[in-house]
């Protein structure tokens, strides 16, 4: 039996992802919204090439939290998923700290808000799942 912990982390993940999804598709339409919204630093640095490109990360982060929300005890999907927060995080950290082509706007903070909460969910959800796998090997046993 999953852990309610467990089954909380992989609706967060789900909801996560179907965020993500809208986010693709906003910057394959207009790609003003990563001007206005996340890069407003330097706008003029935004264009359809670099939205696209956003787009696609985006896209490709969604479907491995989806994926690891769907089947949340494979270890490398569990991993991998933790890392594309890991790798938002440090994203938006950088371009707001270090590259200044983004501002501390809500734009920017909530990215980094639902990341920080998504590492931490992870790293706790990594020790139900280590409860969880001792559970299985003694009831095999």
């Keep these: 039996m999953m852990s309610r912990f467990l089954n ?8 996560v ?15 003003s919204f990563l001007s206005e919204k996340l890069y407003t ?14 787009g696609i990360w985006t896209l490709l982060s969604s479907v491995i939290r989806c994926s ?16 594309t927060f890991l790798m938002a995080l440090g994203h938006f950290l950088s371009e ?5 082509t983004a501002a501390p706007t809500i734009g920017v ?12 969910g992870m790293l ?4 139900y799942l280590d409860v ?6 003694k009831k095999r046993n």
């Design 8 to 15: 909380v982390l992989r609706s967060w993940l789900v909801m």
């Design 17 to 31: 992802s179907i965020i993500a999804i809208g986010n693709t598709l906003q910057s394959f339409r207009d790609h």
């Design 41 to 54: 630093g330097t706008p003029n640095l935004v264009n359809g090439l670099q939205a696209r490109t956003f």
């Design 68 to 83: 690891c929300a769907i089947d949340i005890h494979n270890k490398i999907l569990y991993h991998l998923a933790l890392f």
């Design 96 to 100: 707001v700290f270090i590259y200044g």
């Design 109 to 120: 903070l909530a990215p980094l808000m639902v990341a920080s909460f998504s590492i931490l």
């Design 124 to 127: 706790i959800g990594l020790q």
């Design 132 to 137: 969880e796998a001792v559970s299985r090997n």
